[in-house]
Nanobody, 122 residues
Framework: QVQLVESGGGLVQAGGSLRLSCAASGRFSTYAMGWFRQAPGKEQEFVAAISWGGAGTSYADSVKGRFTITRDNPENTVYLQMNSLKPEDTAVYYC????????????????WGQGTQVTVSS
């Protein structure tokens, strides 16, 4: 079992940066990790995913080139570096753990954090 706690959200102006962290307990290194987001009135959306060792990554087209997902297995933490933020990036961001590699659907993730709010002002 894995427990996940996100942090690092906040209010930032358009063009700015934020780094989200997701601290994990349990057998973190045996899970692929993902970030999702959900804006008010919208469905949950895949953002990025990373493989168990960190060599493989996948990104939604909407964030490619702006966001970077990394992980530090000894520290049981996954990160999402978000640059060139846009107002449309405003959402609650969730990290999640999956036993399978680079999945993009929420149903393929077993464990979820509580979310952290990111608000980008124009």
């Amino acid at each position: 079992q894995v427990q996940l706690v996100e942090s690092g959200g906040g209010l930032v102006q358009a063009g700015g940066s934020l780094r989200l962290s997701c601290a994990a307990s349990g057998r973190f290194s045996t899970y692929a990790m993902g970030w999702f987001r959900q804006a008010p009135g919208k469905e949950q959306e895949f953002v990025a995913a990373i493989s168990w060792g960190g060599a493989g990554t996948s990104y939604a087209d909407s964030v490619k080139g702006r966001f970077t997902i990394t992980r530090d297995n000894p520290e049981n933490t996954v990160y999402l570096q978000m640059n060139s933020l846009k107002p449309e990036d405003t959402a609650v961001y969730y990290c999640a753990a999956s036993p399978n590699f680079l999945r993009t659907r929420p149903s393929e993730y077993n464990y979820w954090g509580q979310g952290t709010q990111v608000t980008v002002s124009s």
